[in-house]
């Protein structure tokens, strides 16, 4: 959705009757992109951003040209078999019911949060009918009022884009959350920082690598919004003093490598710093999943995979071992 911001800007701008598309409710595909929207104009026929690797763009297109004067909202269901997502390079088949909402009836401030990079989230109340929509931004820093903007609250929390659908008496209520990217914070330089670094590009996230706890205070408390720490140093004139500063901040992830004993040594540190036994509790160290890593490489993994579970409030296990649906 956030690289859609400047498109969408320049639409309303230019007065093209565009449109915002999102899935409400799906089912089937395999992995896809949570953050997945579409910017559609039927008038010339263009279509930007991405959504199930465009295989209902010109279904969603057409739905667009169709639209009847004064509506709304526009809830469409499609549905792609094998042979199709096959030539779509989609993992598997799937069906969703897709929201057809025109640009102007969603608020400005929506993109212009999303273009500083700020986390926010988007509620969208739907009549019975499907046919009449109302979009309100909820910021992270607000106060929930009702439990749509909780469940906002919630996914923004998570620090992962993600979309849920609510339904009650008076229709269905989307909830779609944009929450900051994360932003590692690495303590410490050499070989595994760099790895670290690359695999955090890799996901999307921002890093930066630091050498000295007054400079990594400076950096947490400017981006505690999307801040994690992953400590490498084992300098105690370094290590100590910023994981109790990530601590003291809340930050959402704060882990650390290094031996047990090490460990032992930071916990200790951590104590005499005035940390409690909840704030020990979130460090995580030694740092990363039991993946079995053993090169540098697997290890940036390992730590990355953590971080990600971690952000994401997930109990950290194999997949085999879960019988729930796949995420």
């Known amino acids: 959705m956030r690289e859609l911001v400047e498109t969408a800007r320049q639409w309303v701008a230019e007065g093209r009757v565009g449109f915002l598309a999102r899935p409400v409710a799906e089912q089937g595909f ?6 997945g929207a579409l910017l559609l104009d039927a008038r010339v026929g263009a279509c930007e951003g991405d959504l199930y690797r465009g295989v209902f763009d010109a279904e969603l297109l057409a739905e667009a040209g169709a639209w009847e004067p004064g509506a ?13 997502a096959a030539e779509a390079r989609l993992t598997c088949g799937g069906r969703a019911e897709i929201l057809l909402q025109p640009l102007a009836s969603v608020p400005a401030q929506w993109w212009e949060l999303l273009g500083e990079g700020v986390g926010v989230a988007l509620v969208t109340r739907l009549n019975e009918r499907a046919d009449r929509a109302v ?4 910021r992270a820093v607000d106060a ?17 884009p993600g979309r849920d659908a609510l339904y009650g008496d008076s229709g269905l209520v989307l909830v779609e959350a944009y929450p900051s990217a994360p932003y590692v914070l690495i303590g410490g330089g050499g070989e595994l920082a760099d790895l670290i670094a690359a695999q955090v590009r890799l996901l999307g996230w921002t890093s930066a690598t630091v050498a000295d706890a007054g400079e990594a205070e400076e950096l947490l408390e400017a981006r505690r919004d999307a801040a994690c720490l992953v400590m490498l140093s084992h300098d105690p004139e370094f290590d100590v003093p910023t994981l109790r500063t990530a601590l ?8 650390a490598l290094g031996s047990r004993k090490t460990t032992a040594r930071r916990r200790e540190g ?4 005035g940390a409690g036994e909840a704030e020990l509790a979130r460090v995580h160290g030694p ?3 039991d993946l079995g890593a053993r090169t540098p490489a697997e290890t940036a993994l390992a730590i990355c995979a953590e971080v990600l579970a971690v952000l994401g409030g997930y109990e950290m ?4 071992d879960s019988d729930g649906p796949l995420r």
């Open 135 to 138: 979009s309100e931004v909820v």
């Open 270 to 273: 951590l104590i005499a710093a």
């Open 72 to 84: 709304t909202a526009r809830v469409c269901e499609v549905s792609v078999g094998a042979d199709g």
């Open 248 to 255: 003291a901040l809340g930050i959402p992830y704060v882990g």
């Open 287 to 289: 740092i990363g999943l």
């Open 30 to 35: 395999g992995p896809r992109d949570p953050a």
């Open 144 to 160: 929930p009022g009702n439990d749509a903007e909780r469940r906002a609250g919630e996914l923004l929390a998570t620090r992962r």
């Open 317 to 320: 296990r194999a997949l085999r």
